[in-house]
C-alpha cells in the first residue's frame, strides 16, 4: 500500500484551506457594481475594498464526475443599509447541485429557482445547506465578523453571472433596526 501525503489542508475549527493545490480568488468591492441597491453609498466606498476571498481545491480541473472545494470568506460590512455579499450565480450546466456549510460567523443563503422564487436560509457553524440544480444561490454576512461557508459542487458546474444579472435576486438583506431582515425588491418600487 502506498500512503499518500495531504494535497491540502482543511481547518474544521475555522475553515481555512491551505496547500500547493489551493487556488485564491479575490473580489472587490468594484467587482460588485449595481447589486446593492443604495448605489450613492456605493460610490462613496472605496472600490479596491476586498469584499470576499475564495480558496479553492480544484486540482481535478472542470471534469464531468470530478469535485470542487472551496472555502469563502465573506467580509463584515454594509452598503447602505444592505449587507456585503456574494455576486452570486447559477451554474453554467444547470443541472448542478452545490453543498454549502457554515464554519464561521453568521449570515444568510439566498437562493432563486427558474421561477423567479426565493429562499432565505440561516448560515451558522454547523449549518448544513443543499442547493439544487437549476437554483441560482449567494451569500451575505448579517453579523460583524467574517462569514467563513465551506462549498463543495461538481467540476463541471461552472459559473454563470449573466444569466441572473439583469433581474437579479427578488429579495435583499438589509439592517432594520439594528437586526437583519429579508426585503422583497417588488417594495422597493413603492419607495419603502
Ligand atoms: O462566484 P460567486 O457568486 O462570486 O461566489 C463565490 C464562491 O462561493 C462559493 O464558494 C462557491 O462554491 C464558489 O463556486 C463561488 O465562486
Ligand atoms: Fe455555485
Redesign the pocket.
Known amino acids: 500500500m502506498m500512503i499518500l501525503p495531504s494535497q491540502a489542508s482543511f481547518s474544521p475549527s475555522n475553515g481555512r484551506l491551505s496547500g500547493e493545490q489551493v487556488n485564491r480568488?479575490v473580489?472587490r468591492l468594484k467587482d460588485l457594481r449595481g447589486l446593492f441597491a443604495d448605489e450613492a453609498a456605493f460610490l462613496a466606498m472605496d472600490p479596491e475594498q476586498i469584499v470576499?476571498e475564495?480558496h479553492?481545491h480544484d486540482a481535478c480541473g472542470p471534469v464531468e464526475g470530478g469535485l470542487?472545494f472551496?472555502?469563502?470568506t465573506l467580509f463584515p460590512g454594509k452598503v447602505g443599509q444592505e449587507y456585503f455579499m456574494?455576486?452570486?450565480?447559477i451554474h453554467e450546466r444547470r443541472n448542478r447541485g452545490?453543498y454549502?456549510w457554515g464554519i464561521e460567523g453568521r449570515g444568510a443563503l439566498v437562493t432563486m429557482n427558474e421561477r423567479r422564487e426565493a429562499t432565505v436560509a440561516v448560515i451558522e457553524p454547523g449549518s448544513l445547506h443543499y442547493v439544487p440544480g437549476n437554483t441560482a444561490?449567494?451569500?451575505a454576512n448579517t453579523g460583524n465578523v467574517p462569514l467563513v461557508?465551506?462549498?463543495?459542487?461538481p467540476a463541471d458546474?461552472g459559473?454563470d453571472?449573466d444569466a441572473i444579472a439583469e433581474r437579479g435576486f427578488p429579495v435583499r438583506i438589509v439592517e432594520e433596526n439594528g437586526a437583519p431582515v429579508v426585503r422583497n425588491r417588488e417594495d422597493e418600487r413603492d419607495g419603502r
Not at 456574494?86 to 450565480?89: L, M, R, S, W
Not at 461557508?149 to 459542487?153: E, H, L, N, S
Open positions: 480568488a473580489r470576499y475564495v479553492a470542487f472551496g472555502v469563502s456574494t455576486k452570486g450565480h452545490e454549502y444561490h449567494r451569500i461557508v465551506g462549498a463543495c459542487w458546474a459559473h453571472y
